[in-house]
């Protein structure tokens, strides 16, 4: 069983930058993409960013593309997303994703069977 843990979340103004990290433990990484997702209040879970195992193939979604940047470090069993120029609208609880061995490239919520428990980020105007 893989267990992630985010890391990085806070508080920050409008315009700034926050680095979030995931950190992976028990069966550590798993050969498959891993993605970083969000949910705000009242909202539903929402795709943010997607790397390949190798970290050679990323994705964004819309609203946080030229802005924010997803990374993964294998040998320390580490993802990352560097995220700057910060908007209100970018407040959200941020979710660390893993796929299983095998499968391949999806931004859907319910495709994802490796979680975190989430951190916080708000963005105060």
């Known amino acids: 069983q893989v267990q992630l843990v985010e890391s990085g979340g806070g508080l920050v103004q409008a315009g700034g930058p926050l680095r979030l990290s995931c950190a992976a433990s028990?069966?550590?990484?798993?050969?498959?993409?891993m993605a970083w997702f969000r949910q705000a209040p009242g909202k539903e879970r929402e795709f943010v960013a997607i790397?390949?195992?190798?970290?050679?193939?990323?994705s964004y979604a819309d609203s946080v593309k030229g802005r924010f940047t997803i990374s993964r470090d294998n040998a320390k069993n580490t993802m990352y997303l560097q995220m700057n120029n910060l908007k209100p609208e970018d407040t959200a609880v941020y979710y660390c994703?893993?796929?299983?061995?095998?499968?391949?490239?999806?931004?859907?919520?319910?495709?994802?069977?490796?979680w975190g428990q989430g951190t916080q980020v708000t963005v105060s105007s």
């Open positions: 994703a893993g796929r299983r061995y095998g499968t391949g490239w999806s931004s859907r919520v319910n495709a994802y069977a490796y």
């Open positions: 790397i390949s195992w190798s970290g050679g193939s990323t």
């Open positions: 028990g069966r550590t990484f798993i050969p498959a993409p």
